[in-house]
């Protein structure tokens, strides 16, 4: 069992906006503004989107935007594309230990 | 342009040992916290164990504290996770990892089989 919540499927049709939770406590999403999400297609490792709850590196698609509330953080994808379909896993800082969340398959329809 | 490359996974037996390194390039390995991240086959990842730049601080999960230890030699730029007394469970793809100082992950390696079978 992963220690922060995050729905195990999503999707949205092309050009749609799509928004995917992730659950934590006041232990890690609601004790740090250290959230960040990973975007993972088939068979490749994790690329950072969001880093620090709503900021993007650079090479990110401003289509993709963080936010947070309490102990619940959000990434939300506009404009929807097919190379968006993939699996998205968000991250906090724990306290001298890192969690993740169990993954988001994101469906294009 | 920024490298990890890891090494060393393989086929080991319940309560073996196995050591993967992690050759690094690109960026000033020794300025850089590392991490390994985890993936079970088929499930989400799982943070393993972090390494302070300079190596004096290290930090491990629950689940693999007392059997893995993280290391790194900034003169090679080079991690490593040794792996001790495996169990089934650690069966993964290892993910060598950049840290960055505001608790994220910027740079993934390709990562590095890990089966632990009898």
């Known amino acids: 069992q992963s220690a922060l919540t995050q729905p195990p499927s999503a999707s949205g049709s092309p050009g749609q906006s799509v928004t995917i939770s992730c659950t934590g406590t006041s232990s890690d999403v609601g004790g740090y503004n250290y959230v960040s999400w990973y975007q993972q297609h088939p068979g490749k490792a994790p690329k950072l989107m969001i880093y620090?709850?709503?900021k993007r590196p650079s090479g990110v698609p401003d289509r993709f935007s963080g936010s947070k509330s309490g102990n619940t953080a959000s990434l939300t994808v506009s404009g929807l594309q097919a190379e968006d379909e993939a699996d998205y896993y968000c991250s906090s800082y724990a306290g001298i230990k890192w969690v993740f969340g169990g993954g988001t398959k994101l469906t294009v329809l | 342009e920024v490298q990890l490359v890891e090494s060393g996974g393989g086929l080991v037996q319940p309560g073996g040992s196995l050591r993967l390194s992690c050759a690094a390039s690109g960026f000033t390995f020794s300025s850089s916290g590392m991490t390994w991240v985890r993936q079970a086959p088929g499930k989400g990842l799982e943070w393993v164990s972090h390494i302070s730049s300079s190596g004096t601080t290290t930090y491990y999960a629950d689940s693999v504290k007392g059997r893995f230890t993280i290391s790194r030699d900034n003169a090679k730029n080079s991690l490593y996770l040794q792996m001790n007394s495996l169990r089934d469970e650690d069966s993964a793809v290892y993910y060598c990892?950049?840290?960055?100082?505001?608790?994220?992950?910027?740079?993934w390696g390709p990562g590095t089989l890990v089966t632990v079978s009898s």
């Open positions: 620090e709850v709503n």
């Open positions: 990892v950049r840290f960055r100082s505001g608790s994220y992950f910027d740079y």
